[in-house]
């Protein structure tokens, strides 16, 4: 797990994959997905009062975070969708209402 920072973020690749967020006592709060997961992974440590009151929640939460990189766009979803199910994250059950 790395730091949730701009520093750790810009090494990041920017290609397509699965992004995890863990609290800073190392549980998972988020599983996620992205196209470029650099660009994804920043978002999460940027302010922006318009988003969703759960998105604010996790953002203020996320202290750790880890990430795979996929191949396409398409075995991102499937990775993501057995993730979530498996570990029947918080976070992602508020993303889906």
């Known amino acids: 797990m790395n730091r949730l920072n ?5 090494t990041i690749p920017q290609t397509p994959g699965i992004y995890y967020l ?5 549980k998972l709060l988020y599983i996620g997905r992205g196209q ?8 999460w440590y940027q302010a922006d009062k318009s988003r969703p009151k759960w998105k604010r929640e996790l953002a203020k939460k996320a202290y750790y975070f880890s990430y795979a990189t996929k191949t396409d766009k398409k075995e991102s979803m499937k990775h ?3 993730q979530i ?6 976070f992602n059950h ?3 209402k």
């Open 22 to 26: 863990y609290n800073k006592f190392g």
């Open 36 to 43: 470029k997961l650099r660009h994804r992974l920043q978002s």
């Open 85 to 90: 199910k498996k570990n029947n994250t918080k």
């Open 6 to 10: 701009r520093e750790n973020c810009s």
């Open 80 to 82: 993501e969708k057995k």
């Open 94 to 96: 508020y993303s889906r």
